[in-house]
């Protein structure tokens, strides 16, 4: 059959976009449609406007430092409306920049809500599209329970733009979106409440790293409250919200920010019209190739519900676009994908934690490091670094790298790169270490320990 298009992509994500300008250059003929904005969660909603807003939170505690450096200098303050607005054009001229990438990559470029037709077609603004292959990367959306007052919180995609600022913030959700954005708050001035309905944030990492991130945040000024959760929220007369909560207490915020996790966008997408099968917990359910039930149409990114990472997303795409058109391996490894939460201090992480590690090896050794960093003998903070590695005793290589201190995940990309390598701990050892540094200390813990 002579279709339209031999690719079309609905969802102009990082996946998406991936897919879908590597697929035209192996010469196929592609299609993209997008209803809400170029580059997706990542460089709209999600890590760009993110990162920027942690280097904002992160100048306060610079200003405060630097006096024990000799440095004085009038009492900074901060304008909301400057970095909301800076951030906004910024975000413009990044989609600008995709728009773009695909044009010069002769990928059409279609504006809209894809909707599936059949195993061959999606409609688009009323318009239909023949294609051999149709591949959903949709992404997620934040996802709000019902409760009394949902309708006066805001989500994490919508945060970044609030019309105000808000001297007392309150953060529901575990996760790191929820971490971060307490972390955003309180470096920018806000009385920040974080609470979260677990006995501890941060569920799958380290829980050594958990603990100490805990201890380093409320240090900050956070109040973290665990095992909390909210009951209902109402507007009082004077606009400010009063939050209810489960243990009979409550508490007076300008703003509420539920970061609870993310669904996939599956609403209006038409999937009703094809046999495309979902998880128990309503992903897109593929194959290694990425493969639907539906053998014409595959799927990938957060919709498929794996590593909801970009990096993840756009090495997916880059596979479909090899295994389809390229003759290439579909081969997806997803062992030791290091990753960052960039709450303050940071977390850095690659590999195993020591639980998964144990639960695994039956020789696990661990190799710790706590101080308190050079710049803070005289910046006058009491932040302190966490380092450690997980290492199998039998055969010397290492299982897992964790650190929460600041710059961790500059310096855990490049050691991820050993880890993916194979490192081992003699292979640490001998590595000289760049002085002085604190990712120094990576290459000179010696002495395992007990616990």
Known sequence: MNYDYDLFVIGAGSGGVRASRMSSSFGARVAICEDLYMGGTCVNVGCVPK??????????????????????????????????????AEISRLNGIYDGILANANVDVIKGRGKVVDQHTVEVAGKKYTTERILISVGGWPFVPDIEGKEFVVNSNEVFDLETFPNRIVVVGGGYIAVEFAGIFNGLGSQVTQLYRGDLFLRGFDNEVRDFAAQ???????????????????????????????????????????????????????????NIKLTDSGYIKVNEQFQTSEASIYALGDVTG?????????????????????????????????????????????????????????????????????KHTISGSQERTLMKLVVDGDTDKILGVHMVGSDAGEIMQGIAIAIKAGATKSDFDATIGIHPTAAEEFVTMREPVAD
């Not at 959760?229 to 009082?236: G, L, N, P």
């Open 216 to 274: 380093e945040i409320a240090k900050k000024g956070v109040d973290l409250r665990f095992n909390t959760d909210v009951t209902s929220i109402t507007k009082q007369a004077d606009g400010t919200l009063k939050i209810e909560l489960n243990d009979g207490t409550s508490i007076e915020a300008d703003a509420v920010l539920y970061a609870t996790g993310r669904k996939p966008q599956l609403a209006n997408l038409g999937l009703e019209n094809v």
């Open 51 to 88: 990162k920027l807003y942690v280097y904002a939170s992160e100048y306060s505690a610079h200003f405060n430092e630097s006096e024990g450096f000799g440095w004085q200098s009038a009492k900074a303050t901060f304008d909301w409306s400057t970095l909301r607005d800076n951030k906004i």
């Open 306 to 374: 794996g590593m909801e990472l970009t990096p993840v997303a756009l090495e997916e795409g880059m596979a479909l676009a090899r295994g389809l058109y390229n003759n290439a391996s579909w081969k997806m490894d997803y062992s030791n994908i290091a990753t960052t939460v960039f709450c303050q201090p940071n977390i850095g992480t690659v590999g195993m934690t020591e639980e998964q590690a144990r639960a695994e090896y039956p020789n696990v050794v661990k190799y710790r490091s706590s101080f308190r960093a050079m």
